[in-house]
């Protein structure tokens, strides 16, 4: 009998343990839907992956870009691109390559210019701004076509000067790693109609598969991860 009582006891318990994990899981469920159901109703921001083919890829007929659409079910107003990247950085990795100084890099003290100079394009100074403003945005159902968003122009003239190099070193036979080039970072601020202010982040990485040589395009993608 007293090992009936045990059993039931244990038997009492399992299923009180087993009704609060349901009752757990069951509320973490409805705070997932009602998270969704919030999230749906906010402008929200998405890219896709890009592929490019380009010989240039900062020309200024077809620029690097990347397209941004709106996946929220609401309207966007007074949006806010804040691109960043470690310029120093890329500096530093282009100077690493440059062994027969084809080119010269240098921010110019007290200035917003970058000056780029080519032994074989001359000399340009490009400004290192990164902000970008759109005064409004719909949703993907109502704007069905992305909005075309250029990367930094300071960052696409860097990179073109690294995939320069990047044939020089090729040329050489040497082995190339493409991977070198640092990340970009964009922050988009901006606000719905209701003066309620959001924020995404993503990481931007380009990445090259296949290096044109002799005038030819050179082939790679642009990957976007999105910030959680």
Do not use: C
Request: aromatic share 10%; hydrophobic share 40%; charged share 25%.
């Amino acid at each position: 009998m007293l090992v009936m009582e045990i059993k039931m006891e244990y038997l009492l318990l399992a299923t009180n343990i087993a009704t609060i994990f349901t009752a757990i899981a069951a509320l973490l469920t409805v705070r997932e839907m009602a998270k969704q159901r919030k999230l749906s109703v906010f402008p929200d921001f998405h890219f896709s992956d890009t592929v490019f083919t380009s010989k240039d890829v900062s020309t200024k007929d077809d620029p690097l870009h990347l397209e941004l659409v709106n996946i929220g079910s609401k309207s966007a107003k007074n949006i806010l691109l804040n691109w960043s990247f470690d310029i120093d950085k890329f500096i530093s990795i282009i100077n690493s390559l440059n062994n027969e100084n084809v080119v010269d890099i240098q921010k110019i003290e007290n200035s917003i210019f970058v000056e780029i100079k080519h032994n074989s394009i001359g000399a340009s100074s490009i400004p290192n701004t990164h902000q970008v403003s759109i005064n409004y945005f719909n949703p993907i159902d109502i704007q069905k076509v992305p909005t075309k968003v250029i990367l930094p122009y300071t960052y696409l003239s860097l990179y073109n000067a690294f995939l320069y190099l990047k044939r020089m070193e090729f040329k050489k036979r040497k082995i190339i790693n493409f991977s070198e080039n640092p990340e970009l970072k964009l922050r988009i601020e901006y606000y719905d109609l209701d003066d309620n202010k959001y924020e995404n982040k993503f990481i931007i990485q380009p990445t090259l598969y296949l290096l044109g040589l002799e005038g030819r395009e050179s082939t790679g993608s642009v990957k976007v991860s999105k910030v959680k």
